[in-house]
């Protein structure tokens, strides 16, 4: 498996922790987790596209796992509004 520096880690993590915080203080929405989970999704994209490119493919291949967890997270959504 390849390795991804701490600071990376730290970063997505601090996203979702970040993105759970707003879903606390966002009463009245429905899916509220799901939904924070989803923008912080979208921001760490984000930080990922800005990054340095020479990251040995290692930005790139979490840029994909970002796009899949983006799309699963958007169907969750969509399965959770259907009941």
Do not use: C
């Amino acid at each position: 498996m390849a390795k991804i520096k701490k600071s990376t880690v730290i970063l997505i993590i601090g996203f979702f922790i970040g993105g759970a915080v707003i879903g606390y203080a966002a009463n009245g929405i429905p899916q509220p987790h799901m939904k924070a989970a989803l923008e912080s999704l979208k921001t760490a994209r984000i930080e990922l596209e800005q990054a340095e490119h020479n990251k040995g493919g290692h930005r790139v291949k979490a840029l994909n796992l970002v796009d899949r967890a983006i799309e699963q997270v958007k169907k969750g959504i969509e399965a959770g509004e259907k009941g």
